[in-house]
């Protein structure tokens, strides 16, 4: 197997570096009690949604000499965590580095990095450090690892099952890479015995996904007071402050739609989104050009299809933009979204596809409208991190200026 | 002079990144200590620092504003962000309109550098409200009419303005406004060589004079009365704060607020400012090698006069240093060197410094050729960058603690 080049390695040293600087910059060494919650949810009292890793946690509390059901010790699981989810990061980008072809290779170059600068600060803040998500980005990206190395694909199955397991929003936030990937490997395979393969794993990993969401969100049965009191306690003591994680325990133990519970964040989301378009607006701009051109150069049916799903894949977070309120995730899902495909498209389509070179005249472009096109990738520091309920620190720091009152 | 279409085109860019780099930092919260100075005025005698907390008062009292809204203050200190980013622009423009020799791709990669150094420093909490914003407006008002040559006589009453606004201000700001005249004085033939002669006098005087006057009000109970009057109204402030657990917990009013340097103050706070510099000169160490090498290559280029000059801008910042290590902040200090340097870089190429010019191109050029390092260097500066008042930074600061923690024990 071919080894990094010089300047892979040196690219790959600048992220570490860049990773460490985020660790030490970002890191705001609060648990959250929404997140402390999310350990302490388990199979107890029955199948419930998001239980998976609760349920490994208080197994090993309940097997182990450590009393793992405190603050301190979910604060070192969580540390122990984002390591390994960085770990994974730095997995994705050293994979996209060495099966890049090499015509396409400074431009990926400038890809990882936009996707260093998004994914490391993300999980260091009091509201994303020891979130769930964490393990669906390692799962995502172990998929497309898998993907991309054309390797064991079938494994993507029993882990998107284990994904839905720990978060049925999984469906909705990550899951969509994965199924375009395999459809545009099912549309494009020339061989007959390769379309079928990937068309089975498609469906089966799209019916997969569709069954537990709809178990967890339709047929689940709720668990009774007495398990939600129980779960409150148990929260209250692995919390930082003696709280607890309200709104989730009301839908995931008794079942109550949260929706008007939330409006102070639905209210939030709303004053904060122009302002998180206007700042995002360059890359909104480039986004829609790319994707439109990219469109255009598909010839043919298949391509065409191929490429309407990795332009329209996103659209599964609709439901999430209407219903929820947690935009600053969605606005991380969609830079993952489209950086991740982008780059995974460029392996797949070995040399000369269309999306290196649609990725080249969009360089191009850009170049030609400015002479600080080192900006673009500068300008994304500026909105880091990306938030939950909101999006960026920037946006609510201008929204606070203009709210200023008693 | 206007700015063509194309430069208009990166101007504004150049713009709406530097206001989303201010708000990266400025959530508008004032701390406990900056509002202090607020509560001073001129009613118990005159003295030291009193200046800008007379007008604040003075200016709530006209529009018939409460006096005592932290809401009244958060706007006050918007207003002069303002004022300084609109003069921080302008500054920029000018340099865009005069260093036309110099490519655009070099003039704006110093310009994007300048923004991510200047811009933000006085939106972070720990600044906002700080008395330095209105030194920094000051030296930038002085700036722009020494560049264009205007009424320069105004540098003089607005230099002793500044005197008047912080004790401090002599070793401070009016240092990189010296520098400014000097380099100026040099390029246009000895012009200004008067007015520096002058405005360091007077400065001086007024300092003598006020320090003179506060030492007469402190032998007083004057001095008791303003502190007492100041506390209830920081008091009265504090608690009208909607969400007072952002604030830097009980703020007083310091001793040095009434002038006079306070040496060492609490000493553990030297300790950890003398262990946050070593820990500073790590974390900048990238920047550090970068500004020796831009000096080295700036020097094999200079002229005998130029290599002068510049021996005397170092000299005048090797003064500005020792205060890094008094109880008045070593991250303020940073950032004075840091405003320092870039007035005098941006000052320097629109007077179309050829040696500069050249300097920066190679640099540039050098950039070009290590695209995502150099990324990564401007994505590290915003990370670094803005200082903080005491500690240099949230990351020297925490390392810090961390190194107390485990090893020294000594806060």
């Not at chain 1, 705001?28 to 929404?34: F, M, Q, R």
């Not at chain 1, 469109?295 to 659209?315: C, R, S, W």
């Not at chain 2, 007077?351 to 070009?368: C, K, P």
């Amino acid at each position: 197997m071919k080894k990094l080049s010089v300047d892979d390695r040196k690219v790959f040293g600048l992220i570490i570096a860049y990773m460490i600087v985020c660790g030490i910059r970002y890191f705001e060494h609060i648990l959250s009690v929404a997140n402390s919650c999310l350990y302490i949810l388990s199979y107890r009292h029955g199948f419930t949604s998001r239980g998976l890793v609760g349920h490994i946690w208080l197994w090993l509390n309940d097997h182990t000499p450590f009393n793992l059901v405190t603050y301190s010790s979910e604060y070192i699981l969580c540390q122990l965590l984002t390591g390994i989810l960085f770990v994974f990061f730095l997995a994705f980008i050293y994979v996209s580095l060495r099966l890049m072809p090499e015509d396409n290779k400074r431009n990926a170059r400038y890809l990882l990095v936009l996707f260093s600068i998004f994914s490391f600060p993300m999980f260091l803040t009091m509201e994303n450090f020891g979130r769930i998500d964490i393990f669906l980005i390692m799962i995502t990206i172990a998929c497309l690892i898998l993907i991309m190395y054309e390797k064991a694909e079938w494994l993507i199955i029993p882990l998107c099952i284990l994904a839905m397991l720990i978060h049925q929003g999984f469906v909705f936030t990550n899951v969509n890479i994965i199924l375009v990937l395999l459809f545009y490997k099912a549309i494009m395979a020339d061989e007959k015995k390769r379309k079928v393969k990937y068309y089975i794993l498609f469906g089966l990993t799209l019916v997969t996904v569709s069954v537990f969401f709809l178990y967890f969100e339709i047929f689940k049965t709720t668990l009774g007071m007495d398990v939600y009191n129980e779960l409150v306690a148990l929260n209250k003591q692995v919390s930082p402050d003696g709280n607890y994680y309200k709104e989730l325990l009301q839908h995931e133990i008794l079942g109550n739609d949260v929706y008007e519970m939330e409006t102070k964040y639905h209210i939030e989301n709303i004053e904060e989104l122009p302002l998180a378009i206007v700042a995002f607006m360059p890359y909104i701009l480039i986004g829609i050009s790319f994707l439109k051109n990219l469109f255009k150069k598909a010839v043919g049916i298949k391509e065409k299809l191929a490429y309407l799903a990795v332009i329209v894949g996103v659209a599964t977070l609709i439901p999430e933009w209407l219903l929820k309120v947690d935009f600053g995730r969605y606005v991380y899902s969609m830079a993952f979204y489209y950086i991740a495909i982008v780059i995974c498209l460029m392996i797949l389509e070995k040399t000369d596809g269309i999306v290196a070179r649609q990725l080249q005249e969009t360089k191009e472009m850009i170049k030609s409208k400015t002479i600080m096109p080192y900006l673009l990738l500068v300008y994304p520091a500026v909105l880091m991190p990306l938030r939950d309920i909101a999006i960026s620190q920037t946006t609510i720091n201008i929204l606070r200026m203009l709210r200023l009152q008693e | 002079m206007k700015l063509s279409k194309t430069d208009r085109y990166n101007f504004i860019q150049l713009v709406a990144f530097s206001i989303l780099l201010f708000f990266l930092s400025c959530n508008s919260y004032l701390d406990g200590e900056n509002i202090a100075i607020y509560t001073l005025n001129y009613n118990h005698g005159l003295m030291e620092n009193a200046l800008i907390g007379t007008f604040y008062q003075c200016m709530v009292s006209l529009l018939g504003l409460d006096l005592k809204s932290y809401v009244t203050l958060q706007i006050f200190n918007m207003v002069f962000n303002v004022i300084y980013f609109l003069l921080l622009m302008n500054l920029f423009r000018q340099v865009v309109l005069r260093a036309g020799d110099l490519e655009d791709k070099s003039k704006y990669l110093v310009l994007v550098i300048a923004s991510i150094v200047l811009v933000s420093n006085f939106g972070l909490h720990k600044n906002f409200g700080s008395v330095d914003l209105y030194l920094a407006i000051i030296t930038l008002i002085c700036l722009e009419l020494l560049m264009k040559d205007k009424m320069t006589w105004l540098v003089l009453p607005l230099a002793v303005l500044a005197q008047f606004i912080y004790s401090g201000y002599i070793i401070m700001y009016f240092l990189v406004l010296l520098a400014t005249m000097i380099y100026l004085s040099y390029k246009r033939h000895g012009k200004y060589k008067n007015l520096i002669l002058i405005s360091c006098a007077t400065v001086f005087s007024t300092m003598i004079v006020l320090h003179i006057l506060t030492g007469m009000t402190e032998s007083g109970s004057m001095l008791l009365d303003s502190a007492t009057a100041g506390q209830a109204m920081l008091d009265a402030i504090m608690n009208s704060a909607q969400d007072a657990s952002r604030l830097n917990g009980p703020a007083e009013i310091r001793p040095d607020i009434y002038g006079g340097i306070v040496w060492g103050g609490d000493l553990w706070i030297t300790k950890k400012h003398i262990i946050e510099v070593f820990i500073a000169l790590v974390l900048f160490a990238p920047f550090i090698k970068l500004a020796m090498d831009f000096i080295k290559n700036l020097k094999s280029k200079m002229d005998k006069e130029e290599a002068r000059f510049f021996r005397v801008f170092s000299v005048i910042a090797i003064i500005m240093m020792p205060r890094a290590l008094l109880h008045s902040g070593t991250g303020r200090i940073i950032f004075l060197l840091l405003f320092y340097a870039c007035v005098i870089l941006l000052i320097a190429l629109a007077e179309g410094q050829q040696s500069l010019d050249r300097t920066i191109v190679e640099m540039t050029a050098y950039f070009a050729d290590k695209k995502i390092y150099g990324i990564f260097l401007l994505v590290y500066m915003i990370m670094l960058l803005p200082t903080w008042g005491t500690s240099i930074n949230w990351m020297t600061g925490h390392i810090a603690n961390l190194i107390n923690t485990l090893f020294l024990h000594i806060w």
